[in-house]
Nanobody, 118 residues
Framework: QVQLVESGGGLVQPGGSLRLSCVAS????????MGWYRQGPGEQRDPVAL???????FYANSVKGRFTISRVNAKNTVYLQMNGLKPEDTAVYYC????????????WGQGTQVTVSS
């Protein structure tokens, strides 16, 4: 059982920045896809950004140009740098781990709340 622990959420004003971190309890060298999903109130959980082991990335259209995902395998960590935050970015953000591409995540973090409000 892999544990994913997120940190870095909080309250920020529109236009502000946050960096989310997710540390895995085991090595992620052989993990194909690390990612971030988010779920707003009454909404489904959708992918925000994904990163493959070869460095390939996917971003949801709504965050392109504002969010950047990265991973440091040696630290078992994946990051999400969020700039230019908007109120519609408010959600619980979940870290994910998938051993295989094009498959549902095998593990989830517990979630971290991001609130964008003035």
């Amino acid at each position: 059982q892999v544990q994913l622990v997120e940190s870095g959420g909080g309250l920020v004003q529109p236009g502000g920045s946050l960096r989310l971190s997710c540390v895995a309890s085991e090595s992620i060298y052989r993990v194909n896809v690390m990612g971030w999903y988010r779920q707003g109130p009454g909404e489904q959980r959708d992918p925000v950004a994904l990163i493959n082991n070869d460095g390939g990335t996917f971003y949801a259209n709504s965050v392109k140009g504002r969010f950047t995902i990265s991973r440091v395998n040696a630290k078992n960590t994946v990051y999400l740098q969020m700039n230019g935050l908007k109120p519609e970015d408010t959600a619980v953000y979940y870290c994910s781990l998938a051993y295989y591409k094009d498959s549902r995540p095998d593990y989830w973090g517990q979630g971290t709340q991001v609130t964008v409000s003035s």
